[in-house]
């Protein structure tokens, strides 16, 4: 872990990646969003990815067990513009902020992606 603590700080996005995928592990949640946000903001997708399901479970944030999802859709959608995984975690969102499943997803993607 010492190898990915030294990468991560010389700013190598997969290692600020790992390294918080390493804190998650660990139950070291606020050590792991650190490096979530660290990763994301380097603009790798899987980065961006692993934020937005991340603060989609509510894990490390300030108030546990409530996730945030409008901040959650704002990284899916940022890392939707370079793979399509997370479009689902984008719909998941767009179902708890508006408190209805939608019986066309592709009509709550082109809300949500405008």
Known sequence: MALLEMAAGQGHAYAMHYLASEYEERKEHERAMEWHVKGAETGLPIAMHS????????????????????????????AAGHHARPLFGLITCAVFVTGTTPRKPQRVLSMTLS
Not at 53 to 65: Q, R
Request: with cysteine.
């Open 51 to 78: 934020l937005a399901c991340y603060i989609d479970s509510g894990e490390g944030l300030a108030a546990p067990d409530l996730p945030d999802y409008p901040a959650a859709a704002g990284w899916y959608k940022r």
